[in-house]
């Protein structure tokens, strides 16, 4: 099945101690590029959400933005009353050895505001998280839903654009279908002509026109226009294209590869015609072929 490069996901979570919400978003690139957005603190979480992306999606550049909330209790940020108590203490010593107003108590206690913003004594936002309970699994479980509903839009745009590549596919068998025919009209047409422009040169002299060599001109000129292999190649290619519809797993680097061939046969072709009816299909299958090849470089 075909599926687009791009694409956007989205998914929530919320339990009782923390509300978890997910957003990817995925562009085209030749390669696998994953940028994982985190807050502090959840370092730990970030090589597994990468794998998820990792294991569903093979090719893009994808960013994965993870927000959390704390609730509830673990919405409080953390005392660390060890440290406070310790600050305390040496406040009280600092005091005594200097003679001012200490920790102790009295008119000189230091503010429980001021000791608050004393580094260490409030938990950072990493002392927060990793008491959460169960949050890589919540994670986890966000980032999954996010990609399924990724992956749900990029397949919906792959469809999509299958569909148009089909068109531009029959479009291309039609171009196939009116040059066939006429290619073996070319060397007929040929033929006639230099039969006439040897006979127009010979007339009124009494020299005989050389049928043999006639004959060799011609066959030199069928050699060098002959397109049927390029003809039947370009067919192939369709077919292989086609196919590749409906074929499980990432598809786009091998629809790549069939549009460049494809744009080999048809430059070919117009190098070996000089037929104006062959060389106005073959304007229009570039054309085609160029379309194939920008939408192949959306497909995963």
């Known amino acids: 099945m075909i599926r687009s490069m791009t694409g956007y996901g989205a998914a929530e979570r919320v339990t009782e101690t923390v509300r978890v919400a997910v957003e990817i978003r995925a562009v085209n690139n030749k390669f696998l590029k994953v940028t994982v957005r985190r807050p502090d603190g959840l370092g730990s979480a970030e090589a597994a959400i990468e794998r998820q992306v990792r294991d569903r999606i093979s090719r893009g550049t994808v960013t994965v933005n993870l927000t959390l909330e704390p609730r ?3 919405a409080r940020a953390p005392i660390n009353t060890e440290v406070l108590a310790a600050y305390r203490r040496d406040l009280a010593r600092l005091a005594a050895e200097t003679g001012g107003g200490g920790g102790g108590g009295g008119g000189g206690e230091v503010p429980l505001e001021a000791l608050l913003a004393l580094p260490g004594v409030i938990g950072s936002n990493e002392v927060r998280l990793t008491e959460i309970e169960n949050l890589g699994a919540e994670v986890e479980a966000a980032v999954a839903e996010a990609l399924r509903r990724l ?10 654009t299958a569909r148009d590549m089909e068109t531009t596919l029959v479009d291309l068998e039609r171009g196939v279908a009116a040059i066939e025919p ?8 040929y033929r006639d002509r230099l039969r006439e422009r ?3 040169l ?26 049927n292999e390029e003809l039947s190649r370009l067919k192939s290619h369709v077919s292989q294209f086609r196919a590749l ?16 061939e494809m744009v080999r046969e048809v430059n070919t072709l117009g190098s070996k015609s000089s037929d104006l009816d062959i060389s106005r299909q073959v304007v229009d299958m570039k054309a085609k072929v160029d379309r194939l090849r920008e939408q192949t470089q959306n497909i995963e």
Do not use: I, W, Y
Request: charged residues 30%.
């Open 245 to 260: 519809f409906e074929e499980a797993g990432p598809v786009g680097r091998k629809l790549e590869f069939l549009t460049q």
């Open 72 to 74: 509830g209790a673990a």
């Open 198 to 200: 040897v006979s127009a």
């Open 202 to 227: 010979l007339d009124g002299m009494e020299v005989p026109a050389d049928d043999a060599m006639l004959v060799r001109e011609v066959a030199f000129f069928a050699e060098r226009s002959d397109v």
């Open 151 to 160: 992956d749900a839009m990029r397949e919906t745009e792959g469809q999509a």
């Open 182 to 189: 006429r290619a073996s009209e070319v060397v007929e047409a």
